[in-house]
């Protein structure tokens, strides 16, 4: 058996499990039925704070009334989307809600074309089907089945990557909060706690658009990319230092080439230098703040495995050009365009544009 050491990633009920249970304990305030947290211990949980002397690490950074617009929404009988571009945080806002309100994460359905109804409601088991006819104890339960049924958070991950003809099944479940089982002559009505948290990303090509008619059963909430370099890079810092264990993020990876990756996604995504005193070709690619932890984290293992153990110009270098260019013929030029433009003129980063030279050459 796999022990928490062992896991890429544990679930967040458990990894967070001491926080939610001081939460819990110290909880003075109403909670919805259900609810294992009231709305307020939910925000604090998300955004941290310190709590009758026990700090509570911050999970998501930024604007807080989206943070309560989202908890808000989970209160009533209308379904939450969460949208942005890719990198957002969409899928880690969430997770994180569904810890904190039902202690239960595994209410979830990763959304795709290959999506059916019976993912999202129930299936049958055949062999007892065949044996036995329609029955309860042949019903396979499907993650909204389960959900309405215990009470509990149902996550719908990139909502509009599924076919329509199967959102559509969301429709009558999430205004009447009850699905019918036709084979057993069976209403299912949702118990108390259940709802939908669901996720889209505005930059999908080729995917399902929501109808108007599933739009109005959403409220939805806007995850902007970070507003300043400066809050960007913080996210950064401490995403990477809550994966650190015996050293800290300052030791392996300089705040120098923290700002240094973060400015350069920043101006490479938004068409503009940070001064906003020079126009840039953008890349295609988003380059997200998500992106941007992983250009992060893999200079710093190029910088343990392969370098002196502290991240440098080089292992910037090594890694910047494979996080940019996804589509070499829209993102690669941009790259080039960017490096010989901005980075080879700024005097601070000669050791990247040489570093980058080297790269070339070897």
Do not use: C
């Given at each position: 058996?796999?022990?928490?050491?062992?896991?890429?990633?544990?679930?967040?009920?458990?990894?967070?499990?001491?926080?939610?249970e001081?939460?819990q304990?110290?909880?003075q305030?109403?909670?919805p039925?259900?609810?294992?947290?009231s709305?307020?211990?939910?925000?604090?949980?998300?955004?941290?704070?310190?709590?009758?002397?026990?700090?509570?690490?911050p999970?998501?950074?930024?604007?807080?009334?989206?943070?309560?617009?989202?908890?808000?929404?989970l209160?009533t009988?209308r379904?939450?989307?969460?949208?942005?571009?890719?990198?957002?945080?969409?899928?880690w806002?969430?997770?994180?809600?569904?810890?904190a309100i039902?202690?239960?994460?595994?209410?979830?359905?990763?959304g795709?074309?290959?999506?059916?109804?019976?993912?999202?409601?129930?299936?049958?088991?055949?062999?007892?089907l065949?044996?036995?006819?329609?029955?309860?104890?042949?019903?396979?339960?499907?993650?909204?089945?389960?959900?309405m049924?215990?009470?509990?958070?149902?996550r719908?991950?990139e909502?509009?990557?599924?076919p329509a003809i199967?959102?559509?099944?969301?429709?009558?479940l999430?205004?009447?909060?009850?699905?019918?089982?036709p084979?057993?002559?069976?209403?299912?009505?949702?118990?108390?706690?259940?709802?939908?948290i669901?996720?889209?990303?505005?930059?999908?090509?080729?995917?399902?658009?929501?109808?108007?008619?599933?739009?109005r059963?959403?409220?939805?909430?806007?995850?902007?990319?970070?507003?300043?370099l400066?809050?960007?890079v913080q996210?950064?810092?401490y995403?990477?230092?809550?994966?650190?264990?015996?050293?800290?993020?300052?030791?392996?990876l300089?705040?120098k080439?923290?700002?240094?990756?973060?400015?350069?996604?920043?101006?490479?995504?938004?068409?503009?230098?940070e001064?906003?005193k020079?126009?840039?070709?953008?890349?295609?690619n988003?380059l997200?703040t998500?992106?941007?932890i992983?250009?992060?984290r893999?200079?710093?293992?190029?910088?343990?495995f392969?370098?002196?153990?502290?991240v440098?110009?080089?292992?910037?270098?090594?890694?910047?050009?494979?996080?940019i260019?996804?589509?070499?013929?829209?993102?690669?030029p941009?790259?080039?365009?960017?490096?010989n433009?901005?980075?080879?003129?700024?005097?601070?980063?000669?050791?990247?544009?040489?570093?980058?030279?080297?790269?070339e050459?070897?």
């Open positions: 058996m796999n022990t928490k050491s062992d896991l890429l990633r544990e679930k967040t009920e458990i990894a967070y499990k001491e926080e939610l001081w939460l304990k110290h909880d305030e109403d909670k039925v259900n609810w294992l947290l709305p307020r211990s939910v925000l604090t949980f998300i955004l941290g704070g310190d709590v009758e002397g026990k700090a509570i690490s999970k998501y950074i930024g604007q807080k009334s989206l943070i309560e617009t989202a908890i808000a929404t209160v009988d379904a939450l989307l969460l949208t942005g571009v890719p990198g957002t945080a969409k899928s806002v969430g997770d994180h809600l569904a810890a039902s202690g239960d994460t595994s209410y979830l359905i990763q795709s074309s290959a999506t059916t109804e019976e993912d999202l409601l129930f299936g049958w088991n055949y062999a007892s065949i044996a036995h006819g329609p029955s309860e104890k042949a019903l396979v339960p499907g993650a909204v089945f389960r959900g049924t215990e009470g509990k958070l149902v719908i991950e909502l509009t990557r599924i199967i959102q559509d099944n969301l429709l009558s999430l205004s009447e909060k009850m699905m019918m089982i084979e057993l002559k069976l209403e299912v009505r949702a118990r108390q706690g259940f709802n939908i669901a996720t889209a990303n505005d930059k999908d090509r080729g995917t399902y658009a929501l109808s108007d008619a599933l739009k059963r959403f409220n939805v909430v806007h995850l902007p990319l970070p507003d300043t400066e809050e960007e996210i950064i810092r995403k990477l230092d809550g994966e650190s264990i015996n050293e800290s993020i300052e030791s392996i300089p705040e080439e923290i700002q240094r990756i973060v400015q350069i996604f920043r101006e490479l995504r938004s068409g503009i230098t001064d906003g020079q126009k840039i070709k953008p890349t295609e988003t997200s998500a992106e941007a992983s250009t992060a893999q200079s710093m293992n190029m910088a343990r392969f370098g002196n153990g502290v440098s110009a080089r292992e910037v270098a090594l890694t910047l050009p494979g996080s260019i996804k589509n070499p013929e829209k993102d690669g941009a790259w080039q365009d960017y490096r433009t901005i980075i080879a003129q700024r005097k601070e980063w000669k050791d990247l544009f040489e570093a980058l030279a080297q790269k050459k070897e």
